[in-house]
């Protein structure tokens, strides 16, 4: 085979697997985020702690089920979702500024969930709660969204 005509053959195998590799990622891009209601592990109600555990005026953190568990001063409980509502990266709670941080492009949420600092469009979604025999209840399969803070959000014994 001539120089030519190898030279030709290479580069056809390398755009050819170039094309696949492109169209491979752009396929996985717009199948991937969806999960099939039978797939959700988060889809019952879990149990986060015993109230007794959870002190006035506190903010505790369940990662692996990624939630927030704000407890404000008047005892009223909030579960936060820790995903930033901006690009869905997960926020922290930074106990000196009494915030929740955003590290991806520095939002900035209060206890409430409510937006200090944008770019993040609106409130922190939330979690339904129960209180049943002492025990606090979170319903991981349906966030809410919101745009603010409303003090019937909060769940009380």
Known sequence: MPRRGFMKVFWLVLISISLIEVFSVIIAFLTSGGRKSGDDKRSAMKVLAKEE???????????????????????????????????????????????FDCPCHASSFNTKGEVIRPPAPRALDTYPLKIEGGMIKVDLSRPEKRKKFNKSQLVYA
């Open 53 to 99: 555990d959870i002190s006035n005026d506190t903010v505790t953190a369940f990662r692996s089920d990624r939630v927030y568990l704000v407890r404000m001063e008047d005892g009223g409980l909030l579960a936060l979702s820790l995903q930033c509502t901006h690009l869905g990266c997960a926020i922290s709670w930074n106990k000196d500024s009494n915030e």
